[in-house]
T-cell receptor, first 115, second 113 residues
Framework: NAGVMQNPRHLVRRRGQEARLRCSPMKGHSHVYWYRQLPEEGLKFMVY????????ESGMPKERFSAEFPKEGPSILRIQQVVRGDSAAYFC?????????????FGPGTRLTVL | DQQVKQNSPSLSVQEGRISILNCDYT??????FLWYKKYPAEGPTFLIS?????DKNEDGRFTVFLNKSAKHLSLHIVPSQPGDSAVYFCAAPGGTSYGKLTFGQGTILTVHP
C-alpha cells in the first residue's frame, strides 16, 4: 500500500523559470492538500483540492501559483516565474472522504531551490 | 496571526525519562487536534489526535492531554527513546475549511542515550 508520492524530490530552478511539483495521493484518497515549509518555520497551508475542484485556496499567493487535481493523474502545484523567496519544501498530503477528523497523510516533500 | 503556537523551539531529555511537548491555540472554534512527528528530509507522520470532547487520549507511549479552558494541549512521551528525536508539530483543522490544517512552529526533541 504505497503512501503519498511526490516528485521530484529535489528541484532546482533559476529565477523566472517555471516549477511543476507533482503529487499522487494514497490509493483510495480523493482529497489532496499542499503545504509549504519555509526554512525555520512550520508548515503553512496553501490549497485543498478534490478531483477537478478547488475547495479552499485561502493560503495560495495571489499571483504565479496555481494548483490542479485532474480526474486522471496526479495533482500539480505550478509556480510560474519563480523567485528566490519561493525556495522551500513543498509537502502534499491526502485524506479519504470517510475520514471524520481529516487525518492527513503526507508525502516526503519536494525541496525547491531557486538560484 | 499565529493561531497555533509551540513556544518551545527545542527540548532535550534523557533516554527513559518523560518528554512533554506543549502547544497553545487561540481559536476557540478548533475542535480537534493532531500531533505529527517529522524527521529531516521526510514528510510529517501522523502520531496521535484528540477530539475536544475528550481531555486525554493514549496510544502506547504517547498521551495527549487537552485543557480546553486554557486552550492548551500537551504531548507526553514515556519512556522517551533516542528514536523519538525529531521535530514535533501540533495542528488543528478548521478556519476557511476543515481541510486546512494550521500547524504550530514545531519543537525539536532530542533524546540522549
Amino acid at each position: 500500500n504505497a503512501g503519498v508520492m511526490q516528485n521530484p524530490r529535489h528541484l532546482v530552478r533559476r529565477r523566472g523559470q517555471e516549477a511543476r511539483l507533482r503529487c499522487s495521493p494514497m490509493k483510495g484518497h480523493s482529497h489532496v492538500y499542499w503545504y509549504r515549509q519555509l526554512p525555520e518555520e512550520g508548515l503553512k497551508f496553501m490549497v485543498y483540492l478534490q478531483k477537478e475542484n478547488i475547495i479552499d485556496e485561502s493560503g495560495m499567493p495571489k499571483e504565479r501559483f496555481s494548483a490542479e487535481f485532474p480526474k486522471e493523474g496526479p495533482s500539480i502545484l505550478r509556480i510560474q516565474q519563480v523567485v528566490r523567496g519561493d525556495s522551500a519544501a513543498y509537502f502534499c498530503a491526502s485524506s479519504s472522504a470517510e475520514s471524520s477528523y481529516n487525518e492527513q497523510f503526507f508525502g516526503p516533500g519536494t525541496r525547491l531551490t531557486v538560484l | 496571526d499565529q493561531q497555533v503556537k509551540q513556544n518551545s523551539p527545542s527540548l532535550s531529555v534523557q533516554e527513559g525519562r518523560i518528554s512533554i511537548l506543549n502547544c497553545d491555540y487561540t481559536n476557540s472554534m478548533f475542535d480537534y487536534f493532531l500531533w505529527y512527528k517529522k524527521y529531516p528530509a521526510e514528510g510529517p507522520t501522523f502520531l496521535i489526535s484528540i477530539s475536544s470532547i475528550k481531555d486525554k487520549n493514549e496510544d502506547g507511549r504517547f498521551t495527549v492531554f487537552l485543557n480546553k479552558s486554557a486552550k492548551h494541549l500537551s504531548l507526553h512521551i514515556v519512556p522517551s527513546q533516542p528514536g523519538d528525536s525529531a521535530v514535533y508539530f501540533c495542528a488543528a483543522p478548521g478556519g476557511t475549511s476543515y481541510g486546512k490544517l494550521t500547524f504550530g512552529q514545531g519543537t525539536i526533541l532530542t533524546v540522549h542515550p
